[in-house]
Structure formats: structure tokens, C-alpha cells
């Protein structure tokens, strides 16, 4: 079975502050996504990358960046986190070879920003 | 404005059959259709994958008319553990090809 895991279920962190949320993948995939979830909003894609060392910008990459070193790992860093960050992120990969339909989420991170 | 649309709610009882249909009207030519189920507090999980006419697997069944500007998740005799968001995840033409997930619809099934 395919496995994503993201580094925390539940974080809460203060305005102003870097966080890193990390995300592993063990089936060899090339692609990765980095989504972030509202009520109301569905599944908005903040960056994507197809390739090690390659990113993607998606619909709402402001105030987002993200470092992929290494094949399996895909890191999403809020450089400076504000409140209107506060939601749910969801990691996903799919394999090489499609655009990214056969996506494997982990489990999500709920951010709390104070 | 290229978008995938899908009703917003649906209730149902245990044991119906139940049709979510996703309206995607600028889908690229030649990728697949795929549909994904949401628990709370989970990540989405893939259900089923087609490109045109009719899929079945042991979970559920795909519908896609020959013009692919629409699709429709069938689940067969749904039972109380189906309550879910199911979400629609196409690649639509925006002037680049885009991958795009639909709005999501949240299914209540009742007893």
C-alpha cells in the first residue's frame, strides 16, 4: 500500500513564526502536491512538483514555499505564519507517467495560527 | 471560466442507489476522470478512474458520455458508513492544461 505521512496532525504556532510542514511518500513517486483545505473552499492547490528539485506554483502560493531535496520528500514552509493561515493541509503523490489524477493523500495537518 | 461543478449536498437512505454528477465543460482530451472519497479529519482517498463510457469496480461505477463535459459517480445500495465529501478531479483546458478538483458534495446517508 501506498504510504504518505505528514510530519503532524495537529500543530498550533503564533504569527510571525516559520513553520515547516513535512511530508514522506514511500512508493517511488514522481509527482507530490501540497493542498491546503477550507470549509466551504474544497481542496486548493498551493504547489505542486513533478521532479527532485522542481516546483510548481498552483492557485494560491502566496505567503508559501516549498524545498523538494530528495524524491520522497516534499516540504511545505510558511515563511512568516499569519492567522489567515490557520486551516487543514493535505499532502498527496501520484506516480510518473499521468498529470496527477491518481493522487494518495496523507492524513493532513491541522495548522492553528495564533 | 473553466471550472468542475458539483451539487454542494445529497441525502439519501441506507440501500438506494445514489448518482453524484460532476460538470466539467473545458476537459482536456486525453486524461482520465477520477473520483475520491473524504472522511473527516482524513485525507481524500481514491474510489474510482475512467476516460470515457462506463467503469465499475467493487466499490462504485463511473459514467462519462461520449462528450466528457460531464461524469457521474454511481454508488450502488449505499449504506450509513458512505456519509463522505466525494470529490471530482479532472484536467481542464485554461489556456494550459490545469489540474482541477471539483467543489465536492457531501453525502448524508440515513437509516
Known amino acids: 500500500d501506498v504510504k504518505v505521512t505528514q510530519s503532524s496532525r495537529y500543530l498550533v504556532k503564533r504569527t510571525g513564526e516559520k513553520v515547516f510542514l513535512e511530508c514522506v511518500q514511500d512508493m517511488d513517486h514522481e509527482n507530490m502536491f501540497w493542498y491546503r483545505q477550507d470549509p466551504g473552499l474544497g481542496l486548493r492547490l498551493i504547489y505542486f512538483s513533478y521532479d527532485v528539485k522542481m516546483k510548481e506554483k498552483g492557485d494560491i502560493p502566496e505567503g508559501y514555499s516549498v524545498s523538494r531535496e530528495k524524491k520522497e520528500r516534499f516540504s511545505l514552509i510558511l515563511e512568516s505564519a499569519s492567522t489567515n493561515q490557520t486551516s487543514m493541509y493535505l499532502c498527496?503523490?501520484?506516480?510518473?507517467?499521468?498529470?496527477?489524477?491518481?493522487?494518495?493523500f496523507g492524513p493532513g495537518t491541522r495548522l492553528l495560527v495564533l | 471560466l473553466a471550472k468542475t461543478t458539483q451539487p454542494i449536498s445529497m441525502d439519501s437512505y441506507e440501500g438506494q442507489e445514489v448518482n453524484i454528477t460532476c460538470s466539467h465543460n473545458n476537459i482536456a482530451t486525453n486524461d482520465y476522470i477520477t473520483w475520491y472519497q473524504q472522511f473527516p479529519s482524513q485525507g481524500p482517498r481514491f474510489i474510482i478512474q475512467g476516460y470515457k463510457t462506463k467503469v465499475t469496480n467493487e466499490v462504485a461505477s463511473l459514467f462519462i458520455p461520449a462528450d466528457r463535459k460531464s461524469s457521474t459517480l454511481s454508488l450502488p445500495r449505499v449504506s450509513l458508513s458512505d456519509t463522505a465529501v466525494y470529490y471530482c478531479?479532472?484536467?481542464?483546458?485554461?489556456?494550459?492544461?490545469?489540474?482541477?478538483f471539483g467543489t465536492g458534495t457531501r453525502l448524508l446517508v440515513s437509516p
Open positions: 478531479l479532472v484536467v481542464l483546458n485554461t489556456g494550459f492544461q490545469k489540474l482541477v
Open positions: 498527496a503523490s501520484s506516480p510518473g507517467g499521468d498529470r496527477g489524477e491518481t493522487q494518495y
